[in-house]
C-alpha cells in the first residue's frame, strides 16, 4: 500500500511516500528555520504563510523521488494535530484536496502518536508493549504503547516542554535558536558534574515533568557567576534533563513490565540523552528503539506510518476532517 504522507503542524512542512508503513520511498523536509532564526522562535503567521508556499511543489518533488505518479498513491495520511492552527490547516486542506482528487482514503493523525511511529519505520519493527517517550521543542509526554493505536498515557510536562528548555536556556546564554543542538555541541567540551541543576519533579508527580524551573536556575547562575564556563552549563543542564527523562522512564518500564522502550521527538538527537538511555537499557536488558536524527524532528513519514496501522485497525476520516491545534493523546 502506498502512502502519501503530509505535515505541517509547526514550522516544517513535509512531504513523503510512504510502502506498507515501514519503507520509506521518499520523505522530504522544507525547514523554515532560518525564517524564524530572526525572531528567536518560531512565528505562527509566518509559518503558515510559509507552509502554503512549499506544500505543492514539496508533494511533487517527493513523488518523484520516489518515482510514482499521483496515480501511484493509495491512501492520504496528514497530521492534523496538535500544533499551530495555521499550519495544520495546510496540510489537512491539501491532504483532503488530494483524497477528493485521487477518491483514495485519507487517514487524519495525532501527531503526537506520530512521532512515536517514527520508530516504526524499518523492516523489523518493535514488538509491543513498549514505553514511548516523545520529547520535543512542543512536547514531553511519557506513555505504554499497549498495541497499535492503543497508548496509556501516563504524563506530561506541567509547564515548558524538554526543548523549550533546551532553547530558553540558550537564548539565555546568547546562543542562537535552536538552542538543544548547541548546548549539545558544546557540552561536549564541558563537566557535567560542574553545577549541580535541580532534577525538577524527580520525587514529586510520578510521571509528570516541570522543566520551566530549571531554565530559572540557569539564569540564576548565569546571573550571579557572570564569567561562567559556557559547556560546563550546557554539560551540567543536560545531565539533569537527561537524569529526569531516565529515571522517570525507567521507573515506568520498571512499574509496567516493560521491556522496550521507544524515544522519538528532537530533543532525542541529544548525543547525551542517547548515550544514558542506551547504558540505562542494556543495564536492565531492554531493547532500546531511536530513530535517525532526520526521523526524530517533524517529518510525513512518521505520519504516513502511522496513518497505515491505524488503516489496518479499521481508522478512516473524511472531507469533514479539520484541523485540531489543542488536540490532546489522550488514554488511547
Ligand atoms: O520535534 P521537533 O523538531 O519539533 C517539535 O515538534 O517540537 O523538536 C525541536 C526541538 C527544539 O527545541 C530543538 O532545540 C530540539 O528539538 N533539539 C535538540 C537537539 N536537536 C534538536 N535538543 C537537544 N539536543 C539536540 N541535539
Ligand atoms: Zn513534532
Known amino acids: 500500500m502506498i502512502w502519501l504522507g503530509i505535515e505541517t503542524s509547526c514550522d516544517d512542512t513535509s512531504a513523503a511516500v510512504v510502502k506498507d508503513g515501514k519503507e520509506i520511498l521518499s520523505n522530504l523536509i522544507s525547514s523554515?528555520?532560518?525564517?524564524?532564526?530572526?525572531?528567536?522562535?518560531?512565528?505562527?503567521?509566518?509559518?503558515?504563510?510559509?507552509?502554503?508556499?512549499?506544500?505543492?511543489?514539496?508533494?511533487?518533488?517527493?513523488?518523484?523521488?520516489?518515482?510514482?505518479?499521483?496515480?501511484?498513491?493509495?491512501?492520504?495520511?496528514?497530521?492534523?494535530?496538535?500544533?499551530?492552527?495555521?499550519?495544520?490547516?495546510v496540510g489537512v486542506s491539501a491532504a483532503k484536496a488530494a483524497a477528493a482528487m485521487l477518491d483514495v482514503p485519507l487517514v487524519g493523525v495525532n501527531h503526537l502518536p506520530a512521532h512515536i511511529y517514527a520508530n516504526f519505520l524499518r523492516e523489523n519493527p518493535p514488538e509491543l508493549p513498549a514505553a514511548a517517550l516523545l520529547i520535543s521543542?512542543?512536547?514531553?509526554?511519557?506513555?505504554?504503547?499497549?498495541?497499535?493505536?492503543?497508548?496509556?498515557?501516563?504524563?506530561?510536562?506541567?509547564?515548558?516542554?524538554?526543548?523549550?528548555?533546551?532553547?530558553?536556556?540558550?537564548?539565555?546564554?546568547?546562543?542562537?535558536?535552536?538552542g538543544g543542538p548547541e548546548i549539545d555541541r558544546l557540552a561536549?567540551?564541558?563537566?557535567?558534574?560542574?553545577?549541580?541543576?535541580?532534577?525538577?519533579?524527580?520525587?514529586?508527580?510520578?510521571?509528570?515533568?516541570?522543566?520551566?524551573?530549571?531554565?530559572?536556575?540557569?539564569?540564576?547562575?548565569?546571573?550571579?557567576?557572570?564569567?561562567f564556563s559556557m559547556p560546563d552549563v550546557c554539560a551540567s543542564l543536560q545531565e539533569s534533563i537527561a537524569d529526569v527523562l531516565a529515571r522517570k522512564t525507567m521507573n515506568a518500564a520498571e512499574e509496567f513490565g516493560l521491556k522496550r522502550l521507544l524515544i522519538a521527538g528532537g530533543v532525542a538527537c541529544n548525543s547525551r540523552i542517547r548515550e544514558k538511555f542506551a547504558k540505562e537499557c542494556e543495564r536492565r536488558g531492554m531493547e532500546l528503539f531511536i530513530p535517525p536524527p532526520i526521523l526524530c524532528t517533524d517529518n510525513a513519514a512518521m505520519a504516513a506510518c502511522c496513518a497505515h496501522y491505524e488503516y489496518m485497525n479499521g481508522k478512516r476520516s473524511d472531507l469533514s476532517l479539520d484541523a485540531s491545534p489543542a488536540l490532546p493523546w489522550g488514554i488511547d
Open 32 to 89: 523554515q528555520i532560518d525564517t524564524h532564526k530572526l525572531y528567536g522562535g518560531v512565528v505562527p503567521e509566518i509559518a503558515s504563510r510559509k507552509h502554503l508556499e512549499a506544500i505543492n511543489p514539496l508533494i511533487n518533488e517527493a513523488l518523484a523521488r520516489a518515482g510514482k505518479e499521483w496515480s501511484d498513491i493509495d491512501a492520504i495520511a496528514v497530521s492534523c494535530g496538535p500544533g499551530l492552527v495555521g499550519s495544520l490547516l
Open 137 to 178: 521543542g512542543g512536547h514531553t509526554c511519557l506513555a505504554v504503547m499497549e498495541a497499535h493505536g492503543r497508548f496509556r498515557f501516563l504524563g506530561e510536562t506541567r509547564d515548558d516542554a524538554v526543548g523549550e528548555c533546551y532553547d530558553k536556556s540558550a537564548r539565555i546564554m546568547g546562543l542562537p535558536y535552536p
Open 188 to 227: 561536549k567540551q564541558g563537566n557535567r558534574k560542574a553545577i549541580h541543576f535541580p532534577r525538577p519533579y524527580l520525587n514529586e508527580s510520578k510521571y509528570e515533568f516541570s522543566f520551566s524551573g530549571l531554565k530559572t536556575a540557569v539564569l540564576q547562575y548565569v546571573k550571579k557567576n557572570p564569567d
